[in-house]
C-alpha cells in the first residue's frame, strides 16, 4: 500500500496564478482533510470530506476550493495565488471521524509564492 | 475559545528521560492525540487518550487528565532519532475536525 500521496513535492508560483494540488489515498478512508502548517504553528484544517461527494470547509478555506468525486482522490485548488499561501501543505485520511480516528498523512506539498 | 498550549523547544540528553505537557481547551473532547514530526516530514501517530489515566507504548508513554484539560508525553531511554516536533491535538468544533498545538521541538543532546 502507497498510503496518502501527494504531488507536487515543491512548487512555485507568481502572484495570482493558480494551481491543484493533487492527493491520493489507497486505504478506502471515507475521511480526508487537508491542511496547511506555518513556521512554528500549528497545523490548520483548510477542507475535509467524509465521503465521496460530500465536503466541508475547516478553520482557514478562504483562497481555497476542494472536490471528492472519489474515495481515492480529493483535490485542492488554489485559485489567485497569494503571498499568504505561502506554506506546507498536507494531505491526510481516516477511517473514522477526525477526532477519534488515527489520521494518516501525505508527505506534503511545499508552496512559495512570490 | 479553543486552544492547546505546549512548549516551544525542549532539549534532552541521550538516554534521559523527558516529559513533553499539553494544556487544551476545547469545545468538545473526543480524546487527545499525540503525533511526532520529524523535520521536513509529515506527521505520523504515536498515541490516543480517552480515558483519564497513563497508557505506556514501548518507550513512549502518554497521560491524560480530562477534569484537568492536561495531557503529557512521556518519553524513556531518548535516542538521537527522537529528536523532532511531538504535536498534540483535540477535538475541535465538530467530530471531524481536530485542533493542533503548534508542537514542542525537541532536541536531543548526546
Known amino acids: 500500500n502507497a498510503g496518502v500521496t501527494q504531488t507536487p513535492k515543491f512548487r512555485i508560483l507568481k502572484i495570482g496564478q493558480s494551481m491543484t494540488l493533487q492527493c491520493t489515498q489507497d486505504?478506502?478512508?471515507?475521511?480526508m482533510y487537508w491542511y496547511r502548517q506555518d513556521p512554528g504553528m500549528g497545523l490548520k484544517l483548510i477542507y475535509y470530506?467524509?465521503?465521496?461527494?460530500?465536503?466541508d470547509k475547516g478553520e482557514v478555506p478562504n483562497g481555497y476550493n476542494v472536490s471528492r468525486s472519489t474515495t481515492e482522490d480529493f483535490p485542492l485548488r488554489l485559485e489567485l495565488a497569494a503571498p499568504s499561501q505561502t506554506s506546507v501543505y498536507f494531505c491526510?485520511?481516516?477511517?473514522?471521524?477526525?477526532?477519534?480516528?488515527?489520521?494518516?498523512f501525505g508527505p506534503g506539498t511545499r508552496l512559495t509564492v512570490t | 475559545g479553543q486552544n492547546i498550549d505546549q512548549p516551544t523547544e525542549m532539549t534532552a540528553t541521550e538516554g534521559a528521560i523527558v516529559q513533553i505537557n499539553c494544556t487544551y481547551q476545547t469545545s468538545g473532547f473526543n480524546g487527545l492525540f499525540w503525533y511526532q514530526q520529524h523535520a521536513g516530514e509529515a506527521p505520523t501517530f504515536l498515541s490516543y487518550n480517552v480515558l483519564d489515566g497513563l497508557e505506556e507504548k514501548g518507550r513512549f508513554s502518554s497521560f491524560l487528565s480530562r477534569s484537568k484539560g492536561y495531557s503529557y508525553l512521556l518519553l524513556k531511554e531518548l535516542q538521537m532519532k527522537d529528536s523532532a516536533s511531538y504535536l498534540c491535538?483535540?477535538?475541535?468544533?465538530?467530530?471531524?475536525?481536530?485542533?493542533w498545538g503548534a508542537g514542542t521541538k525537541l532536541i536531543i543532546k548526546p
Open positions: 491526510a485520511s481516516s477511517y473514522s471521524a477526525g477526532s477519534s480516528g488515527e489520521q494518516y
Open positions: 491535538a483535540s477535538e475541535g468544533d465538530s467530530n471531524y475536525q481536530l485542533i
Open positions: 470530506s467524509v465521503g465521496a461527494g460530500i465536503t
Open positions: 486505504m478506502n478512508h471515507n475521511y
